[in-house]
């Protein structure tokens, strides 16, 4: 079984968390190291368009997740972020959440990790020679998995 982000399906092998109504799946194209998201198993484009329960749980699993991947990733801070449609920088219409594991220095300037998450995933720079293996992507998500198993 797959698990569907908008237009794409999700190999099992690359999510390392599922809850009753949302799942986590690491990046084919990670902004800083353990760049992850979160997704509600609805593919609904619009954060509007969640019922209450499934932004709770969505919720919950972005505060669970970015619990571990601060900690695996030795972050300091986090970064959320959710463009909730065109004009807002979404290319997957399928609600996310970003979570990004921040470090002093990570940036020249703090903000510039909003210019890259607009520019990182646009057609132009989002080739498929710029994403990581499948192979790279399971072996991080099968170590993330781990923290939440047991
Ligand atoms: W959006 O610009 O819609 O806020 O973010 C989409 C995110 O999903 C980007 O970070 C992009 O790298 C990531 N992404 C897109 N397709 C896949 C995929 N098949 N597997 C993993 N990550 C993906």
Redo the contacts with the bound molecule.
């Keep these: 079984m797959s698990f569907r982000?908008?237009q794409?399906l999700?190999k099992p092998s690359?999510v390392f968390l599922k809850t009753e109504l949302s799942f986590a799946?690491?990046?084919?194209?990670?902004?800083v190291p353990g760049?992850v998201?979160v997704c509600p198993l609805r593919p609904v484009e619009r954060f509007r368009d969640l019922r209450p329960e499934e932004v709770a749980d969505l919720f919950q699993v972005t505060q669970r997740v970015g619990t571990v991947v601060e900690r695996h990733f030795q972050g300091t801070s986090l970064t959320f972020?959710?463009?909730d449609g065109p004009e807002a920088?979404?290319?997957?219409?399928h609600v996310?959440v970003?979570i990004l594991p921040r470090k002093a220095g990570d940036f020249h300037k703090n903000d510039s990790i909003y210019d890259e998450?607009e520019k990182?995933?646009k057609e132009e720079e989002?080739t498929p020679a710029s994403?990581r293996s499948e192979e790279e992507?399971a072996a991080e998500a099968a170590v993330l998995r781990a923290y939440f198993q047991g």
């Design positions: 982000f908008g794409h999700i690359v799946l690491v990046n084919r194209k990670p902004v760049h998201l972020s959710m463009q920088g979404q290319t997957v219409k996310h970003h998450l990182h995933d989002d994403w992507m």
